[in-house]
């Protein structure tokens, strides 16, 4: 039968451990060196960064004490620490360094989330649909699974979904699992595959 909620859970615990580890190896070790190789003096820009960052901070306790004291609203608060910074962006000594430490924090975002989903998806693929984490929860990916199937399921299904929905995909996914009777999110019917548990001798139970 189909796999429930429960299980299917701590089997994407696991397995996740394990991708973000992967990711967090791949990005400290390949490529954020190689992105930092880009500039000279890398450690100097991004320690000026977080110099501009403390000086933004001391600027605005005068007005964080205006907020708490109900004196400006909170967007009020935000529009002034924008500017503060923005000050600070146009000042030469200090304009090239946040650049620079600003296009390595967008560059470490979007690349720990591509190396993350290339991971899970080469893993799995490699796998023929299985993972550590359904291996230990005596889980197995059942149906059409090939390249294809897998590309559908754990990119553009599973993490682009819950990318591109702000994680409403997610609570989708978990709600079509605990509700329906077959235990299918989207990914599964999508993809035509299904997570089973798997008998004690092997054999699956449907």
């Known amino acids: 039968m189909n796999a429930g909620l429960f299980k ?34 890398f450690d100097m820009h991004w320690n000026v960064y977080f110099e501009v960052t403390e000086m933004v901070e001391e600027d605005m306790e005068v007005h964080q004490a205006r907020y708490e004291d109900n004196e400006i609203t909170y967007a009020e608060l935000l529009e002034i620490r924008a500017g503060i910074f923005n000050d600070y962006y146009e000042d030469e000594q200090y304009r090239e360094s946040i650049d620079i430490a600003l296009g390595y924090r967008d560059f470490t975002m979007f690349s720990s989330i591509l190396i993350f989903i290339l991971a899970n998806y080469i893993g799995i693929l490699v796998l023929k649909g299985q993972t550590l984490g359904r291996k230990l929860m005596k889980l197995r990916l059942s149906g059409e699974v090939n390249w294809f199937s897998l590309l559908l399921r ?53």
């Open 154 to 206: 754990e990119v553009f299904w599973k993490y682009l979904f819950w990318l591109l929905t702000l994680g409403i995909g997610l609570m989708i996914d978990i709600l079509m699992i605990f509700l329906s009777t077959n235990h299918t999110a989207l990914r599964d019917r999508f993809s035509k595959t299904h997570v089973v548990e798997v008998l004690e001798d092997g054999t699956y139970p449907i």
């Open 8 to 41: 299917r859970s701590l089997a994407f615990i696991i397995d996740g451990f394990i991708y973000l580890s992967i990711t967090f190896w791949i990005f400290n070790f390949i490529a954020g060196p190689v992105y930092q190789r880009q500039f000279d003096d």
